[in-house]
């Protein structure tokens, strides 16, 4: 047991920069209170003392903000980080070095007896605020990004994000963000006053995706028009002489500042009320 406690403690110096001593981390991290208080409820839930067992989950509960069910089963290096507001329901099983953020749910979408919540693998990480919910695997070092609503199975290594979850895949060709692709796609952001946040590598997003695949047509239908220009030119036209009107940015900005005002109720002017 006592190897355990010193386990879970070196984890969460891997884990979280703030971590500045082990007495800190003992006394300050009610993450790591919780799971402690987990093991002692799960030991009392395998030996049929299930009402000692659900009063410890509840001392853990009031103490920590952090609800796991004793009938959960957890694994080794387990770390709940900051931790206010996670539920973790009965039939979930957690694998090794697996770390959840605060407000996390792997919860059940069902009232059957059975199998009901999520099994994570080992190394799965999930981000704060997100649902894990129904009697799926998240394969081996999956991500599941904070807020996101996962109903459905997730391979291994894979990302997850959005609601509803969706699985995302990283380009692995290792191809530098200088390419001839991401200059282009920057260019075209920049000459529309789009900042391109989202259209990075290290942010893979289904609508970053979709921006990006908006930026590139418009970025072929530029040089469509641009090589139809000059065809013309060779042949005496200046069709293509005058400059294209610039977006305004400031326009748009002004439109979302300025609150919109109510229109007057009928018989308002009437009856002479303002």
């Known amino acids: 047991m006592f190897e355990n406690v010193k386990e879970d403690i070196a984890s969460v110096f891997h884990r979280d920069p703030a971590a500045r001593s082990r007495w800190e981390v003992l006394l300050c991290y009610p993450g790591l ?48 980080d900051h ?27 069902s009232w059957n007896k059975g199998k009901r919540h999520p099994t994570l693998e080992d190394g799965v990480v999930v981000g704060a605020g997100a649902k894990v919910l ?27 994000v959005g609601i509803p979850g969706r699985i995302i895949v990283r380009d692995e060709s290792g191809a530098d963000e200088q390419d001839p692709i991401h200059s282009q796609r920057q260019a075209m952001a920049e000459k529309i006053g789009f900042d391109a946040y ?14 990006g695949q908006m930026l590139d047509h418009m970025h072929a239908v530029d040089s469509r028009i641009e090589g139809m220009c000059k065809a013309l030119n060779d ?8 400059d294209l009107p610039k977006l305004d940015s400031e326009q748009f900005e002004a439109l979302i500042e300025e609150p919109q005002q109510p229109a007057p109720e009928q018989g308002d002017e009437a009856a002479g009320r303002p």
């Not at 402690?36 to 030991?43: D, Y």
């Open 33 to 80: 209170h919780a799971v402690w208080l987990h093991r002692i409820a799960h030991w009392l839930w395998l030996r049929d003392a299930r009402l000692l067992a659900r009063m410890v989950s509840n001392l853990g509960r009031w103490l920590t903000g952090i609800e796991i069910h004793p009938g959960a089963r957890v694994g080794r290096r387990f770390f709940i």
């Open 83 to 109: 931790g206010m507001g996670v539920v973790i329901g009965e039939t979930a099983e957690i694998g090794d070095d697996v770390t959840l953020y605060q407000g996390v749910t792997l919860g059940g979408t």
């Open 134 to 160: 129904g009697p799926f695997t998240v394969g081996k070092g999956a991500k599941v990004g904070s807020n996101a609503v996962v109903t459905k199975a997730v391979p291994a290594g894979a990302t997850v």
């Open 198 to 211: 989202g259209v990075t590598r290290d942010m893979p997003d289904p609508v970053a995706r979709a921006i």
């Open 235 to 242: 042949l005496g036209s200046d069709y293509c002489a005058r």
